[in-house]
């Protein structure tokens, strides 16, 4: 079993909806989660950071962490064509190396 | 613009050559990232520094690769006699303190062939 487990998708959706992306894993010493947006052949892009559980708010985005059940989520509401990207989640246990995920491929259409 | 940046973008080398890539942090980050990523696939990390100090490696970073990080500022990464399984991105992160807020530079897309 991987330590990160993230649905590669692919995921259509219309303009408009609310997108929900979803990861598991198994390392309970994981205590720092992001989330990273990747366009096609660039770097990863910092989206959401949240240390241990709970939510975090940032404009249309979402993030949550529920380590009791290890799986952390984010939300996209309102999501917009400019969101079609692959997203990443990523997580460690110490402020050092992150784990990510396979990464989901999201096109959101007009 | 103030982000991470690497050099080259691109590199096609042939099967056995070494090759050499260059990161440069974002400016007072103290700890720089190595990870590679291939198609489909989350990037996986190889090393990272905390100044000049490399603190850990990855089992993935095998004898042919060496990084560095003189006087704590930029880093390269070297492959050497490269192989058509190093084919990969090559991404360089940085980030400051004790954080783990990582930023990603936009990566060299390294092709073996």
């Known amino acids: 079993q991987k330590e990160v487990e993230q649905d590669p998708g692919p995921l259509s959706v219309p303009e408009g909806a609310i997108v929900s992306l979803n990861c598991t894993y198994s390392?309970?010493?994981?205590?720092?989660f992001m989330w990273y947006r990747q366009y096609s052949r660039k770097g990863p892009e910092l989206l959401m950071y949240t240390y241990s559980s709970g939510n975090k708010e940032d404009g249309r985005f979402t993030a949550q962490v529920d380590k009791s059940s290890k799986y952390i989520s984010l939300f996209i509401r309102d999501s917009q064509p400019s969101d079609s990207a692959t997203y990443l989640c990523a997580m460690s246990a110490s402020s050092e190396k992150l784990v990510f995920g396979k990464g989901m491929k999201l096109t959101v259409n007009p | 613009d103030t982000g991470v940046s690497q050099n080259p973008r691109h590199k096609i080398t042939k099967r056995g050559q070494n090759v050499t890539f260059r990161c440069d942090p974002i400016s007072e980050h103290n700890r720089l990232y190595w990870y590679r990523q291939t198609l489909g696939q989350g990037p996986e990390f190889l090393t990272y520094f905390q100044n000049e100090a490399q603190l850990e490696k990855s089992r993935l970073l095998s004898d042919r690769f060496s990084a560095e990080r003189p006087k704590g500022s930029f880093s390269t990464l070297e492959i050497q006699r490269t192989e058509q399984g190093d084919s990969a991105m090559y991404l360089c992160?940085?980030?400051?303190?004790?954080?783990?807020?990582?930023?990603f530079g936009q990566g060299t897309r390294l092709t073996v062939v």
């Open positions: 992160a940085s980030s400051l303190g004790d954080s783990t807020e990582a930023f």
């Open positions: 390392n309970s010493a994981f205590q720092y």
